[in-house]
């Protein structure tokens, strides 16, 4: 999670449901630290400590202790200070799931824009997840499918005239060349226009 992200109570009950986080920290930040661990500055990683926050509001919302690790990123000549619950995992290992949560975010807005998950049937975990696999099992079978029969239209034209005739018993490219989805010019504009000429 990013800096704005950050609300001490919500992040005490991740960590109360053992499940762990990581979030940039933000600079006015308070806390001591109680601890440094050993790092290898080859990897980027500057500083690997132990803290507690000191802000009265903050370590009464979070009591636990905390991991702060700082991190130089080379390749952005920027320096990165992590927040996380997580003890276990190397610090490097840290700033690389941060660094790849826009991967994370990028999917997710790959789903949105291609797979037209319009409302989900079901709640569970599980009928979510189904419901997202099937989404991208019709997605890549209908790129397999255009890239096996040369088709030159878009996969979200191919996937718009599937939708519509998804019963029906016509082969794939007769409903496919039977679709014209170009603007013919001989027909007379009948959009309004805003500012005229």
């Known amino acids: 999670m990013d800096r704005g992200y950050i609300d001490f109570a919500r992040l005490h009950a991740i960590t109360q449901a053992f499940a762990f986080f990581v979030l940039r920290a933000k600079v006015d930040m308070a806390y001591r ?87 989900f049937y079901g709640t569970s975990a599980n009928a979510v997840k189904t419901q997202i696999w099937i989404a991208i099992s019709v997605y890549v079978l209908v790129s397999i499918a255009k890239k096996k029969l040369k088709i030159e239209k878009s996969l979200y ?7 519509v005739s998804l019963f029906e018993k016509t082969p794939i490219l007769s409903a496919l060349e039977g679709a014209h989805y170009t603007f013919e010019g001989n027909h007379p504009n009948k959009q309004l226009e805003l500012f005229g000429n």
């Open 33 to 119: 630290r109680l601890y440094s661990h050993p790092v290898d500055q080859n990897t980027g990683v500057r500083s690997d400590q132990t803290i507690v926050l000191t802000d009265r509001d903050s370590s009464k919302n979070y009591p636990d202790k905390l991991r702060r690790i700082r991190y130089f990123d080379a390749d952005n000549n920027r320096y990165f200070v992590f927040l996380t619950n997580n003890f276990a995992l190397p610090a490097i290992t840290i700033a690389e799931l941060y660094r790849n949560r826009w991967q994370v975010e990028l999917f997710f807005k790959w789903i949105k824009q291609h797979l037209r998950i319009k409302a």
């Open 157 to 163: 034209t191919i996937l718009q005239v599937l939708s």
